[in-house]
């Protein structure tokens, strides 16, 4: 079973988070690959946190069997519910208190760590989305980067054409609300492609699975994961049951099946 388990978001959050999740670390190192996204998440003994947009591959180790349960927004989503230039924290974990301010952050820490089980402590963390959302997408870039994570090859230029905002607004617009440009984003949304089609495909090469995830050849995919992953594509192949992507979209459970593991482990 994977340290990582990801679950559904509730019907009412689907459009502004990717999935809800809970992990029970171990006593390997675990790897955390960009994905355009921003976390937040509850650590055991640590509090809250919100991890901005990564530019890079990074580890984290905790002692094994630490609790942990987040959120994962859509990417561009967090910046508008949270209230936060998603620029200013790139590569960056702010603790809660610089979120919410001190006495609300220890109240979301103490009502998630009082939750009964795993879905009790992921509901938590929905509740403050809901209060917060308001109006999170008012320019329309949450669903831009939703076209580009559709489609890699939906360039800048194409972007402003269909929008009728110019290139250099776009990129400032991404900037703020997704963390980096489109171009950049193009780049982890492929790289995510890769990893997905590599697991679910173990037996294509290495250039098979490039041309599928929509690199021009193997050359390409190499260049990007130098850059984004410090690996080679087979070392990051290697590496994935140690993240926390979910490569399968059956691996994306129900609150049902939260239910039924909650319930097995209190009555054993």
Do not use: N
């Amino acid at each position: 079973m994977s340290w990582f388990e990801p679950y559904t978001a509730s019907a009412d959050l689907r459009g502004v988070l990717v999935c809800r999740y809970c992990a029970t670390t171990t006593d390997e190192a675990h790897q955390l690959i960009p994905d355009g996204s921003m976390d937040l998440l509850w650590i055991e003994g640590r509090g809250v946190f919100l991890c901005g947009p990564d530019t890079r591959s990074w580890s984290f180790e905790l002692p094994p069997g630490t609790q942990v349960a987040g959120i994962r927004f859509r990417p561009g989503a967090a910046a508008g519910v949270l209230g936060v230039d998603a620029a200013e924290i790139r590569d960056q974990r702010v603790v809660a208190e610089d979120l919410l301010g001190g006495r609300a952050a220890q109240v979301l820490d103490e009502r998630v760590a009082a939750g009964r089980d795993r879905l009790a402590r992921m509901d938590v963390l929905e509740h403050l989305v809901r209060r917060r959302e308001g109006d999170f997408d008012r320019d329309g870039t949450v669903e831009l980067a939703a076209l580009v994570a559709a489609d890699p090859a939906y360039g800048v230029d194409r972007l402003a054409a269909e929008t009728g905002v110019c290139s250099r607004q776009l990129r400032r617009r991404f900037d703020h609300t997704v963390g980096y440009g489109p171009a950049f984003f193009a780049r982890i949304v492929r790289l995510q492609r890769f990893a997905r089609s590599a697991a679910r495909s173990p037996r294509c090469s290495i250039a098979e699975l490039a041309v599928l995830s929509g690199y021009a050849d193997q050359s390409h995919l190499s260049k990007d994961c130098r850059s984004i992953v410090a690996a080679t594509p087979r070392t990051l192949i290697d590496m994935l049951p140690r993240t926390s992507l979910a490569v399968h979209l059956d691996e994306v459970r129900s609150v049902q099946d939260a239910a039924a593991k909650d319930h097995r482990q209190s009555a054993a």
